[in-house]
């Protein structure tokens, strides 16, 4: 048997900070640390090491979808893994990522009031009515609705494909991985 190391445990905080975020939104902003630490690894000239070791929600994927068997194990159609559906994807992702944070924007200057509402899939608001924002500027919960906003719906999407494909068949569009992907070649190019 192999020896586990700290970092296999990581799924544990995937699983907390959805469960948190379901009791106080605030807690979305720890997920900025999914956001900054996968480019800091790669710009570190560490590659992919985010992605192979630290990725708790890929973790989390592998443990639902392999040790429980909740997944298919089919490989992911050819054009979930094509080039041109990654990069749409990351494109689509940031996209998405910006009218949030241009909401959140809105919101800080005063020329719109605070949301309390996760959006799902991009497109289904869920009322988020138990969670208390009222001790921060509007504009900080706003970022924080719309931040696990993303969170929510790319684990969803995660789930699905783990459902219907292998395990960690998120990562091959994750659009976190296309980016340290990004840099590792521009640096081995460099």
């Known amino acids: ?32 640390i999914c956001f900054i630490t ?15 070791k630290f990725c708790g929600r890929g973790q989390l994927f592998e443990l639902l979808g392999g040790n429980l068997g909740l997944s298919r ?9 094509s080039k041109w559906f990654r990069y749409g994807f990351l494109l689509f992702f940031l996209t998405m990522f910006g009218l949030m944070l241009y909401a959140t924007y809105l919101v800080f200057s005063g020329a719109a009031t605070l949301q309390e509402k996760v959006t799902l899939l ?6 988020w009515h138990w969670t208390n924002t009222a001790f921060v500027p509007p504009g900080v919960a706003q ?48």
């Open 1 to 32: 048997m192999v020896k586990k190391k700290w970092y296999d445990y990581l799924w544990i905080a995937s699983v907390l900070y959805l469960s948190l975020g379901f009791f106080n939104i605030l807690f979305a902003w720890l997920g900025l």
């Open 38 to 52: 996968p480019l800091m690894i790669s710009l570190l000239g560490r590659g992919k090491a985010y992605c192979n």
């Open 122 to 127: 991009w497109t289904f608001k869920l009322p």
């Open 143 to 190: 970022f924080a609705f719309g931040f696990y906003s993303v969170m929510l719906t790319s684990t969803i999407l995660g789930l699905a494909t783990m459902i219907a494909f292998k395990p960690r068949s998120w990562c091959v569009y994750c659009p976190m991985g296309t980016m340290t992907q990004m840099i590792c070649k521009v640096k081995t190019e460099a």
């Open 73 to 81: 194990k089919k490989t992911p159609p050819r054009f979930l893994r």
